[in-house]
Every structure is written in C-alpha cells, then in structure tokens.
C-alpha cells in the first residue's frame, strides 16, 4: 500500500464548476499536510498547507480529518489557469524531514 | 528573484557514464532536499541535508548515488555508472527549520540516460 493515495484522474471540468480531491495516508504519526501544485513539467509549488480545523484561501479550501487519516481539496469556480496536477503531501513524523507524495490529481478545466 | 536554483536544466548521458547536479538553495535555508520524479508520479525523497550534515538517506538511492553538501551551502547529486531506469527529473528543495519547515523547490534537472 502505498503511504499516500491520490486518485490520478483526470478530472475534466467546465469552468466555473466546484472540484473536491481526497487524499489518505497511511502513517498515523504524520504531523504536517499540504496540497502542492505542479504544471506540466514544472516544479511542485506549494499551494497551501492543511490544518485539522480546516483552512481556506480564495477558491481553495483544505481539510484534514485526522480520525480518517483523510485529506481533502475543494476548489469552487474553477478558472482555466487551475488547470495542473495537485499533489497531495504528508510530512512524516517529527524526526525526518521528508515529504512523501501521493501520484497526484490532474485537473483540467475546459471552456 | 534568489529561489532554488538548478544547473544543469538537462542532461542526456549514455549509460555508463557520471553525471553531477548542483543545487543552490535558498541564502538562508539551513536544510536542503533531493527528490527523484518519474512521469506520471509524484515526486519521491532520496536524502536531505542540515546545514552539511546529511541526516537520512532513502533505500532508494543506492551505492552510485552519493550527494554532498560539503559548506552547508550548494549540493551536489552524483550518480556513477549511469542506467535507463536512473532517467528522472531529479529536484532539490530547500527549507529552514522552524515552525512550518516550508519545502521550496528547484526547477530541477531532467536526466536522459539513452
């Protein structure tokens, strides 16, 4: 099993349309969470980190159900530049300093 | 603008051959990172550094990898004896310790291995 799972995709959406991604990951003693953005050959950018008491910026909303050990990613009233590949990233325990990435979700909006 | 910064962009090598990366990270960031990504993958962790003290290695970078961060600045990524399945965009990220530990990451370089 692999340490965090992401759906590949693709999602295609219209533009204007609201897309939730979900994310699990299988160590319980992860202390940090963030979603990454990635353009087609580019390098991952930090989109925004995830909080259990849930977290919003703009169009992008972020939760972590710790329980579940369950990350999601909403984006409401997607515009065409939101197309890209999110990654959904875990920070291991407290004595590495690692990422470890899921495979990614590619979105593509359409017109 | 002083982000991470990466040379070479690409590389094409022959199988067989060394091939060095350099990283520079961040001014003030004391930790640095090296992750490999294949297509279609997300990228995956081969080592990383505090300050020049390389502090976790991943199974995953065998005996011809080796990276050195040898004044707790640039880093260097070699790989000897090269192999098909070493083709990758290596990336590098740097951080500094803290309360978020925010990992920014480098253009990367793109290995071709024929």
């Known amino acids: 099993r692999k340490e965090v799972e992401q759906d590949p995709g693709p999602f295609n959406v219209p533009e204007g349309a609201t897309v939730a991604f979900n994310c699990t990951y299988s160590n319980s003693a992860s202390q940090s969470f963030f979603w990454y953005r990635q353009d087609c050959r580019k390098e991952p950018k930090l989109l925004m980190s995830?909080?259990?008491s849930g977290n919003e910026d703009g169009r992008f909303t972020a939760q972590l159900n710790r329980a579940s050990q369950y990350i999601s990613l909403l984006i409401r009233d997607s515009k065409l530049s939101d197309s890209a590949t999110y990654l959904c990233v875990v920070h291991g325990s407290s004595n590495t300093g690692k990422l470890i990435f899921g495979q990614g979700t590619t979105l593509q909006v359409k017109p | 603008d002083t982000g991470v910064s990466q040379n070479p962009r690409h590389k094409i090598t022959k199988r067989g051959q060394n091939v060095t990366f350099r990283c520079d990270p961040i001014?003030?960031?004391?930790?640095l990172y090296w992750y490999r990504q294949t297509l279609g993958q997300g990228p995956e962790f081969l080592t990383y550094?505090?300050?020049?003290?390389?502090?976790?290695k991943s199974r995953l970078l065998s005996d011809r990898f080796s990276a050195e961060r040898p004044k707790g600045s640039f880093s260097t990524l070699e790989i000897q004896r090269t192999e098909q399945g070493d083709s990758a965009m290596y990336l590098c990220a740097s951080s500094l310790t803290g309360i978020t530990d925010t990992q920014y990451f480098g253009p990367g370089t793109r290995l071709t291995v024929l």
């Open positions: 550094f505090q300050n020049e003290a390389q502090l976790e």
């Open positions: 995830v909080y259990s």
């Open positions: 001014s003030e960031h004391n930790r």
